[in-house]
């Protein structure tokens, strides 16, 4: 959609020749420069005139000449709507009768055109202001320097740079240019100059289309757009009942022998009450609510990616209130995927005695914590020997940055080195400096044991002997092998131990049950356990030192490490652990509250992940999980599988494949489950594109784990998940708060006009004045609810259902119950005024009205048949209202103050029903009104608004209103106020029936095994 006619944008000149051979690479080119260099305000795009300076200089963009729609035909596409079209019927009319009256009296009023120009007004305001329109124009009116705006499905009309994207990701198919087999991503940077086709992402080809970026429509605005059209058939029905009900003020007749004759039709009467059915429908319909809603949804994706949550499609986010469980990995989401040592385990003084060292630190911090029961002054041998093959027998570093450290290759491994700093041996020189950076910096004592036994081969890992080796040359000349790997096999390959003053004894029966003791003990503890051995005597490799050397042609096999890695001597192990997130308790719990079930499904082995789980709490500390915990296989070979899922509480699949996430996701959700899962493999694609809510890991998901998810963590952290949960269930609830306030204050315009035909008094609100209730009040307020805090038992709640409708039956009651108030309200202060002299102690006599029965006031049209009927003059700010010559006229211009008390009751009314929306349910005494700043500042320039054309004399004669006086006011006041109670009461009803619904719902979604 191009902006090139808009009449915005900078006027720059641009002149360059239509034959000049010159390309400019605007792939090569930052979007500012791009923007420069074709004269063009990136914010608005090209004014009219330049777009046909530059039409005569390049001509259409198009290859043969076709007709394309009028341009009449393009400004009638502008009122392509119901609703605009009556409006702007009644806005001719009422200029036609505006003239009409003013030539037949003699002379034009300016006023007299006041009415057709705000319906105008109303009309430009709600087609652009609200619905932010972007013109739809042909392609071959663009010229170089427009700026258009893609959708999915759209195709490229023409070569194009990327200069902004409002969605989290744009791919472009493009196949038929470039022959690529997958759709492209593209993007706003800056690529090389002499970059090949494929490789120019930041620009959009003529003829390519748009797969996937702004949706059109999403589910949850098709469901307001229907609710929406029912709502216009309901209102359209009422406001023609209005207007019927009002015949007999514009077409009377006469009974002559029981017939009617003498027929009398009133054209202007006619059009005024026509006017006010369409200002009644076009103040009571939400043609706005899909573009209200739609930016609701937008300002919630910002506060979720302000909690590192990246909703990569809208939907997304209406669809996590709904969720009902979350398949959550373990390693990085429930975990910090920080490796740490939490246990030592070294050799005591005899050989079947050991010792434990507690490590504290759960990061790669060499200061992140302390080992504890540390000897004092030097270390003995055989901690010295753990350190050195800690840190020499090791592929990995920690590196820094800023306050940030993290591991550079395996966790697993870094962990290893980090644990040798906090055993700090040996002391180099300067350590105390540690203001440099980089891995020397952090790792200083790790760094000088590599230079004190310098590695010259390395035996890689491998999965059947589970183990890595190094043959390291001493600064002695000698030759070790320093080997670690998984402790039953290290020790497996052991004849010896090194005790704790270096020296070597027998490894017996009794120091390897010792041992294996020690290492059930760490892996009952979620401990992933590392042995450490060296040998001394290396035969062949004693005197190795590099290719050269004849033993080479032994490492170049890796089916003789095993025999390369024998006799050895056992020194220690170590238990690692990926400790729990602090905050994953706390969320866990959250969900708990929150009817949301929590399903652990992880890669790792079960005894580590069972221990995990009751740590964090999917498990209770002395739950029998012995049903609820399996593996992969296990799961896979159950005869009913639904009804493992089906159980309440936490669920733990370990050793779990990819294939076994997609088929618990397709269970759960063929059991009416709203599921969320988590993935960051390749493999996980299909699961993650199956589940209600894909969610990819931002650190260590793959590129294709994020292009099937809905939402991206950029943490990978657990308790995201659950803020982003509460963010949709947030979201929705400021949506329907939206709908609340908007379909109650409409109901109660609506109910107002109703009572006013139906009682036949005299017409309290004009058209003028309902569009411009319709405008101060629909707007504002509306937007600011988008604002709205969640509410403080937002994750106390069950899940709602996903096919609940907006609106239940008890909502609509009591949208009927405060609308009818409003009416009530708005209608009841016209009658105060000519019937009371007074209303709950508030004097309304000062300004000297007459006072009149019910009776008279509801016939107001037999005024001439009373006798002796006088009105006596009454002041209005600083004028004189008199009837001395027409008393009647009291009923029509006489009614001003009537109706100025009407109109600031209908708009003080929905200022104060605004608050009523701030929460569904939640009462304002533990809701605030200033949990919502923004909703106070959107009802300060609604009344301001209010002020401005009440005591602004101009704009009071426009709009056909007096100033008020205090107790004027204070009467408004008195009127208004109580639509706050009503709906707290309403709202105490809702919350003591809640609890029973709510059970009941849930009862009926489905049952769940105890």
């Given at each position: 959609m191009g902006k090139g006619g808009q009449n915005y944008g900078k006027r720059e000149s641009f002149s360059p020749k239509a034959s000049d051979p010159e390309i400019f690479p605007a792939w090569a080119k930052d979007v500012t420069e791009c923007g420069k260099k074709y004269g063009v305000d990136l914010k608005f795009g090209l004014t009219d005139e330049e777009v046909e300076k530059r039409r005569q200089i390049y001509g259409l963009n198009e290859l043969e000449k076709h007709e394309g729609p009028s341009i009449w035909s393009l400004v009638l596409d502008q009122f392509n709507d119901t609703l605009v079209r009556i409006l702007l019927v009644a806005a001719v009319v009422s200029f036609v009768l505006a003239w009409y009256d003013g030539n037949e009296g003699g002379e034009m009023e300016i006023t007299a055109f006041v009415e057709p120009l705000v319906i105008f007004l109303i009309l430009i305001l709600k087609r652009h202001c609200w619905g932010n329109h972007i013109p739809s124009l042909p392609a071959k009116e663009l010229v170089p320097g427009d700026i258009v705006e893609l959708r999915v499905g759209d195709k490229a009309p023409a070569d194009m740079r990327v200069l902004s994207m409002i969605s989290s990701t744009?791919?472009?198919?493009?196949?038929?240019?470039?022959?690529?087999?997958?759709?492209?991503?593209?993007?706003?940077?800056?690529?090389?100059?002499?970059?090949?086709?494929?490789?120019?992402?930041?620009?959009?080809?003529?003829?390519?289309?748009?797969?996937?970026?702004?949706?059109?429509?999403?589910?949850?605005?098709?469901?307001?757009?229907?609710?929406?059209?029912?709502?216009?058939?309901?209102?359209?029905?009422?406001?023609?009942?209005?207007?019927?009900?009002?015949?007999?003020?514009?077409?009377?007749?006469?009974?002559?022998?029981?017939?009617?004759?003498?027929?009398?039709?009133?054209?202007?009467?006619?059009?005024?009450?026509?006017?006010?059915?369409?200002?009644?429908?076009?103040?009571?319909?939400?043609?706005?609510?899909?573009?209200?809603?739609?930016?609701?949804?937008?300002?919630?994706?910002?506060?979720?990616?302000?909690?590192?949550?990246?909703?990569?499609?809208?939907?997304?986010?209406?669809?996590?209130?709904?969720?009902?469980?979350?398949?959550?990995?373990?390693?990085?989401?429930?975990?910090?995927?920080?490796?740490?040592?939490?246990?030592?385990?070294?050799?005591?003084?005899?050989?079947?005695?050991?010792?434990?060292?507690?490590?504290?630190?759960?990061?790669?911090?060499?200061?992140?914590?302390?080992?504890?029961?540390?000897?004092?002054?030097?270390?003995?041998?055989?901690?010295?020997?753990?350190?050195?093959?800690?840190?020499?027998?090791?592929?990995a570093g920690v590196t820094q940055s800023g306050h940030l450290f993290a591991a550079d290759g395996m966790p697993t491994e870094a962990a290893l080195k980090v644990l040798v700093e906090k055993m700090g041996l040996p002391v180099p020189e300067g350590f105390d400096d540690l203001s440099s950076s980089g891995s020397s910096a952090v790792l200083r004592c790790c760094q000088q044991l590599n230079e004190i036994d310098l590695r010259i081969a390395t035996l890689e890992f491998d999965r059947d002997r589970k183990s890595m080796g190094v043959i390291a040359k001493s600064n002695s000349g000698k030759n070790l092998l320093l080997v670690k790997g998984a402790v039953e096999n290290v020790l497996e390959r052991s004849t010896s131990i090194q005790l704790l003053d270096g020296s070597v004894v027998e490894l017996d029966q009794k120091s390897r049950g010792c041992i294996l003791q020690a290492l059930h003990e760490m892996s009952t503890s979620s401990l992933r356990c590392l042995g450490f051995a060296y040998k001394e005597e290396l035969s062949e490799f004693a005197t190795y030192n590099g290719e050269d050397h004849p033993a080479h042609e032994l490492l170049l096999k890796p089916s003789n490490y095993s025999s390369i890695e024998s006799e050895l001597i056992f020194v220690g192990m170590v238990g690692l652990r990926d400790p729990p997130r602090e905050e994953v308790h706390q969320a866990i719990e959250d969900c708990r509250a929150a009817g949301i079930r929590v399903m652990v499904i992880t890669g790792d082995n079960k005894n580590t992940a069972e221990a995990i789980c009751h740590e964090i709490g999917v498990f209770g500390p002395k739950e029998d999980i012995s049903l609820k915990s399996l593996t992969g296989r296990e799961f896979m070979d159950l005869h009913d599988q639904k009804s493992y899922l089906r159980q309440s509480g936490g669920l733990l699949i370990s050793r779990a494949e990819p294939r076994h996430k997609q088929e618990i996701v397709r269970l759960l959700k063929e059991d009416g489950e709203v599921v969320a899962m988590t993935g960051d493999g390749v493999n996980d694609a299909p699961a993650l594109k199956l589940a209600d809510i894909g969610i990819a890991m931002g650190i260590s998901g793959t590129e294709v784990a994020k292009e099937a998810s809905d939402m991206v963590l950029a943490d990978d952290n657990?308790?995201?998940?659950?803020?982003?949960?509460?963010?949709?269930?947030?979201?929705?609830?400021?949506?329907?708060?939206?709908?609340?306030?908007?379909?109650?204050?409409?109901?109660?315009?609506?109910?107002?006009?109703?009572?006013?035909?139906?009682?036949?008094?005299?017409?309290g609100l004009i058209p003028v004045q309902l569009l411009w209730v319709n405008l101060v009040t629909d707007g504002p307020p509306a937007t600011a609810l988008g604002f709205n805090p969640p509410d403080k038992d937002i994750m106390k709640k069950p899940p709602r259902r996903s096919d609940d409708s907006l609106i239940s039956s008890w909502i609509l009651f009591r949208y009927l119950v405060i609308g009818l108030y409003v009416g009530i309200a708005t209608v009841g202060v016209f009658i105060i005024w000519y019937t009371h002299d007074s209303f709950l102690g508030i004097d309304l006599s000062g300004d000297g009205h007459t006072l009149v029965t019910y009776s008279q006031l509801a016939n107001w049209g037999q005024c001439r048949s009373w006798e002796g009927f006088t009105v006596s003059p009454f002041t209005a700010g600083a004028h004189v209202f008199s009837f001395d010559t027409n008393p009647c006229d009291y009923f029509q211009a006489g009614k001003v103050k009537a109706t100025t008390l009407s109109l600031s009751v209908l708009v003080a009314i929905e200022m104060f029903n605004s608050l009523n929306a701030l929460s569904e349910d939640g009462s304002l005494l533990t809701m605030p009104p200033w949990v919502n700043p923004w909703l106070l500042l959107a009802m300060s320039v609604s009344f301001g608004l209010h002020f401005l054309i009440l005591y602004v004399p101009f704009l009071a004669q426009v709009f056909g209103i007096v100033p008020l006086s205090l107790n004027e006011w204070l009467l408004v006041l008195a009127v208004t106020l109580p639509v706050i109670m009503i709906d707290e009461i309403l709202k105490f009803v809702g919350r003591c029936t809640s609890g029973y619904n709510k059970s009941a719902t849930r009862k009926s979604l489905k049952p769940k095994v105890e």
């Open positions: 744009f791919r472009v198919e493009q196949s038929s240019l470039t022959g690529e087999s997958e759709a492209v991503n593209k993007t706003n940077k800056v690529v090389p100059e002499d970059i090949d086709i494929q490789g120019k992402k930041c620009m959009v080809f003529a003829g390519t289309t748009v797969v996937n970026g702004i949706r059109g429509r999403y589910p949850v605005e098709e469901k307001l757009n229907e609710f929406g059209e029912v709502l216009t058939a309901i209102i359209g029905v009422i406001c023609l009942l209005v207007w019927l009900i009002n015949v007999k003020y514009f077409l009377t007749w006469d009974y002559v022998d029981g017939w009617p004759r003498n027929f009398k039709f009133s054209f202007e009467k006619c059009t005024y009450y026509f006017e006010i059915a369409v200002a009644l429908a076009v103040a009571a319909i939400p043609e706005g609510l899909p573009a209200v809603i739609t930016t609701c949804l937008a300002l919630g994706t910002r506060k979720m990616a302000q909690k590192n949550a990246l909703v990569r499609k809208l939907l997304s986010v209406e669809t996590l209130g709904c969720t009902t469980v979350i398949c959550s990995d373990k390693t990085g989401t429930l975990t910090t995927n920080q490796m740490a040592v939490a246990k030592l385990v070294a050799m005591g003084r005899k050989a079947d005695s050991i010792r434990s060292f507690k490590v504290d630190g759960t990061t790669y911090n060499p200061f992140d914590g302390r080992i504890h029961d540390w000897p004092t002054g030097r270390m003995d041998a055989n901690l010295q020997m753990i350190a050195t093959i800690a840190a020499v027998c090791n592929d657990f308790s995201t998940i659950v803020a982003a949960v509460g963010e949709g269930r947030s979201i929705y609830n400021n949506m329907k708060a939206f709908i609340r306030y908007m379909i109650s204050s409409n109901i109660g315009e609506v109910a107002s006009i109703f009572l006013t035909a139906a009682l036949g008094i005299p017409e």
